[in-house]
């Protein structure tokens, strides 16, 4: 199991952030490859994804702790992930938003297609979009 972790700041207040990080059907606007998500009963997500041509739906279990600021989601068929999203107040307008990931990276790739990179290539492919995911989820919770 490969474990990432990022984080970035943003300039807008925990409460505010936390809501906007339980808007599931915003997540395409800020999560690459996320063509659609909808909530799907009380604690799970729909997601499709379309990746290197190659589309796939699945449902996340999301797990709420809201007053540690913390929300766990793992799939629980199709791709095989679990991430945690912790929010950390810096003071009174801004937000630490802290995210770790973690995935297999084999199953990940054979559960995808199979035709995307291996080893330390793959790694770094998903640092990149994991990074440039926190900064579209930036852009929208300080523009919104």
Avoid: C
């Avoid at 474990?3 to 808007?23: A, C």
């Avoid at 330390?120 to 579209?136: K, N, Y």
């Amino acid at each position: 199991m490969t474990t990432l972790e990022e984080q970035i700041d943003v300039t807008l207040p925990v409460g505010r952030t936390w809501e906007q990080l339980h808007r599931v059907a915003d997540y395409p606007r800020f999560v690459a490859g996320l063509r659609h998500a909808a909530a799907h009963g009380r604690n799970r997500a729909r997601l499709d994804v379309e990746i290197g041509g190659v589309r796939r739906s699945f449902v996340a279990e999301l797990t709420d702790r809201g007053r540690g600021r913390v929300m766990t989601w793992q799939t629980v068929d199709g791709v095989h992930l679990k991430g945690t999203f912790a929010l950390r107040p810096l003071d009174a307008t801004h937000t630490q938003v802290q995210l770790r990931l973690e995935y297999d990276p084999e199953t990940l790739r054979d559960d995808l297609g199979g035709d995307g990179p291996v080893g330390f290539a793959q790694s770094h492919t998903i640092e990149e979009a994991v990074r440039a995911d926190l900064a579209l989820f930036k852009e929208l919770v300080e523009h919104r």
